[in-house]
């Protein structure tokens, strides 16, 4: 007997590619009774948001646009969910195919199932979303934060966990240090990252929070902004130079390298403003000891 023809797919996305009998059957199944690691076909009105989802906007035209691909093309990559009860099925990633499919009148949407904790479901999601998704500045931040406080993450790891250079996480999350008004505005794209970047060189809120309005009064450039700051004298790099380039501190350099020569070991020399501080000198063994205790003509 004849092997009957798969229908052409062609056009009909995942669901319409395995529509014959690959997808997983989940439907009425216990959770213990459904494999996870497999991709099934899901009801939408199943689907849970996730609590996680680092996104607070979709832009609602864009969402329309991918409605309208799904309905032509279907979903090309399928959305990742957790078992949560009967039914019941919270997403991992995946937030905006889901909301595009309900736009575009699916009833069902196929979905990779996956064992998953609250800190996993967190973790994945903030990642998904980071090298996925259009996230402002600020979404990204925060972001980055949450795997840092949440997720047990420090911050020199960040970068390999996300794809990005240690530096650039860092500078988003300086974005954290900025006045409230001026995260709003980096968020809400009324300034940009670069701006946010220039203001951050700023000693204090007071001047932050005046070349903020500056830039939206004047239509400001990053470049005119960097100008305007290194001209105010208010930049932190300038009080560091300054602080650096005191008499006392270079006193303190001349006689850290004398004693360090003396006593043949790295001395660290601090002093503070009112001539109080200390003097280390490490040793490497007890003969190394011996020999410092010669020097200074100390006998135990």
Do not use: W
Request: hydrophobic letters at 35%; proline letters at 4%.
């Amino acid at each position: 007997m004849a092997t009957p023809k798969r229908k052409n797919a062609l056009g009909k996305g995942l669901g319409a590619l395995l529509q014959s009998g690959d997808l997983a059957d989940v439907k009425n199944k216990e959770p213990k009774e459904v494999n996870t690691n497999t991709i099934a076909e899901i009801p939408i009105d199943q689907i849970e948001t996730n609590p996680f989802q680092p996104r607070t906007e979709f832009d609602q035209e864009a969402l329309k646009e991918l409605a309208e691909s799904i309905k032509v093309q279907g979903i090309i990559q399928p959305i990742t969910v957790r078992i949560v009860s009967k039914n019941k099925f919270q997403l991992i990633s995946g937030e905006r195919r889901t909301q595009a499919s309900k736009i575009a009148g699916l009833k069902s949407i196929p979905a990779y199932i996956r064992k998953a904790n609250d800190q996993q479901m967190l973790e994945m999601g903030l990642i998904e979303n980071i090298q996925r998704e259009d996230l402002n500045a600020m979404e990204i931040a925060f972001s980055y934060q949450r795997l840092i406080s949440e997720c047990d993450l420090k911050q020199e790891d960040l970068g390999d966990r996300v794809g990005k250079k240690r530096s650039s996480v860092t500078n988003y999350l300086r974005l954290l240090k900025l006045p409230p008004d001026i995260q709003i505005g980096v968020r809400d794209n009324v300034i940009s990252f670069g701006h946010a970047r220039a203001l951050l060189s700023l000693e204090s809120v007071e001047n932050q929070l005046a070349f903020y309005k500056k830039i939206i009064t004047e239509a400001m450039s990053v470049r005119k902004l960097e100008d305007l700051i290194r001209a105010s004298g208010d930049t932190k790099a300038k009080k560091k130079a300054t602080k650096a380039d005191t008499p006392q501190n270079e006193d303190i350099k001349r006689l850290t390298s004398q004693l360090s020569s003396h006593f043949g070991t790295k001395i660290n020399v601090k002093a503070n403003t009112a001539g109080k501080g200390e003097i280390k000198i490490p040793f490497l063994s007890v003969d190394d000891l011996n020999r410092i205790l010669d020097i200074l003509e100390v006998k135990l």
